[in-house]
């Protein structure tokens, strides 16, 4: 993980960083470690080195991460940032906050910061982490250099995925499924399949049942990946480009015997509304209950006009 994250422009540009920067990056599970990543790029600490290690840890007095892991940021932490912010660096001349998770931030916290991310006291370094921008407020945005992570190739994540746990069996469909999200592959993987199988039954007839059965799970973003990929795959086959397809086999040509083309493409647009309804908090049974219904309407119009 730590060669997928050394990879991107973030942790490049961190050794010419700007006074404030804000890091836009997919993968919540891994931002905090991304960060850190970048922390230590900031003062060009070494693998193995004192500074790393405590950056590692956290410990450094230099390096001041906020808020503790899980946590958000509150208004209390907000004044203890910028009282914290006029204390000359212990160590070294520069001195970094990295601030975790900004788009759980709330706009009364934001504004609070807004004038110590602007014109911060001299050696005071900004590092933000969020997942989106558009839960950062406009006037925080524009006092700062943006940094936007796409999502990672496949190749890549199947590379570390390997390193990571070896050649464990799916590796290839959890990281053509992962949508370029590293921990989004990891559950994939941990699933063993399981999500493939339900994103097949949901697919063959069995829609609003696998949406009540999934419709409490955690990883909801490991149920979507699959049936995204299942649609994608599903298609390639319909059209003539099985060979282009991470999966194949009996159950995948029966999808795409089932299914017209243009229902095939209608469920990959509700599949990606329904990524988007849940990132709002919507519940995941009733988003793939939508979909399936959507579905079953496209493939029985165009059943009708064939």
């Not at 991460?65 to 208004?75: H, V, W």
């Not at 788009?103 to 991310?117: E, F, G, P, R, Y």
């Not at 199947?158 to 590293?182: D, Q």
């Amino acid at each position: 993980m730590q060669e997928l994250l050394r990879s991107t422009t973030a942790y490049r540009a961190m050794g010419n960083a700007a006074h404030a920067t804000l890091i836009v990056f997919p993968d919540e599970k891994y931002l905090r470690t991304l960060l850190k990543e970048c922390a230590k790029a900031f003062f060009q600490a070494k693998d193995g080195s004192r500074v790393a290690e405590l950056i590692e840890k956290e410990s450094f007095s230099d390096c001041l991460i906020y808020p503790a892991a899980g946590e958000k940021l509150t208004a209390e932490l907000g004044a203890k940032i910028i009282d914290e912010s006029l204390l000359r660096p212990v160590e070294g001349e520069k001195k970094l906050f990295v601030l975790d998770a900004f788009h759980n931030t709330s706009a009364l916290v934001q504004n609070k910061l807004l004038k110590v991310l602007e014109e911060p006291p001299a050696g005071v370094y900004f590092l933000l982490g969020a997942t989106a921008e558009y839960s950062v407020l406009p006037t925080v945005l524009s006092r700062m250099k943006k940094i936007v992570l796409a999502p990672f190739p496949e190749e890549a994540i199947r590379g570390a995925l390997t390193r990571k746990h070896g050649a464990a069996e799916g590796v290839a469909e959890a990281a053509a499924a992962s949508g370029g999200v590293f921990s989004a592959a990891e559950e994939l993987l941990a699933g063993g399949g399981e999500d493939f199988t339900l994103a097949e039954r949901f697919l063959l007839g069995d829609g609003i049942g696998v949406a009540r059965t999934v419709g409490e799970r955690k990883d909801k973003k490991a149920v979507l990946a699959a049936l995204k990929l299942t649609l994608r795959d599903a298609l390639l086959i319909k059209t003539g480009q099985a060979r282009y397809a991470a999966r194949r086999g009996a159950r995948m040509e029966e999808i795409a015997e089932r299914y017209p083309a243009a229902a095939l493409l209608k469920g990959a647009e509700l599949a990606v509304l329904a990524e988007k309804q849940i990132g709002w908090n919507a519940p995941l049974a009733q988003c793939l209950e939508t979909l399936a219904i959507g579905m079953e309407e496209e493939r029985d119009k165009w059943q009708r006009l064939s």
